[in-house]
Nanobody
Framework: QLQLVESGGGSVQAGGSLRLSCAAS????????MGWFRQAPGKEREFVAG????????SYADSLEGRFAISRDNAKNTVYLQMNSLKPEDTANYLC???????????????????WGQGTQVTVSS
């Protein structure tokens, strides 16, 4: 089993930045494609960003307009999400996910993934 624990969420004003972290444990996380999803109250969970196991391939939701950047440090078993120019509509619970099989260039964004964290709340005020 792979355990995922998110951190770094909080409250920020519009235009601000946050960096989320997702620490993996339990198995060798470096073999997993990993990524971030978010879910706002009353809305469906949506894909935010994904990164391949070796960090060479990334993908993003089109709606982000280049404001977010995903990265990973396999030596630390951690994936990061740098969020800049935050908007109130970015307010959501951000969840980390991992899967060994689904490619971030393919079906990773469907959310049908093997491992999930509990999430970290991000609140952006106007």
């Amino acid at each position: 089993q792979l355990q995922l624990v998110e951190s770094g969420g909080g409250s920020v004003q519009a235009g601000g930045s946050l960096r989320l972290s997702c620490a993996a444990s339990g198995r060798t996380s470096s073999v997993y494609n990993m990524g971030w999803f978010r879910q706002a109250p009353g809305k469906e969970r949506e894909f935010v960003a994904g990164i391949s196991w070796d960090g060479r391939l990334t993908s993003y939701a089109d709606s982000l307009e280049g404001r977010f950047a995903i990265s990973r440090d396999n030596a630390k078993n951690t994936v990061y999400l740098q969020m800049n120019s935050l908007k109130p509509e970015d307010t959501a619970n951000y969840l980390c996910a991992a899967d060994e099989r689904r490619s971030v260039a393919g079906t990773f964004s469907t959310g049908e993934l093997d491992y999930w964290g509990q999430g970290t709340q991000v609140t952006v005020s106007s």
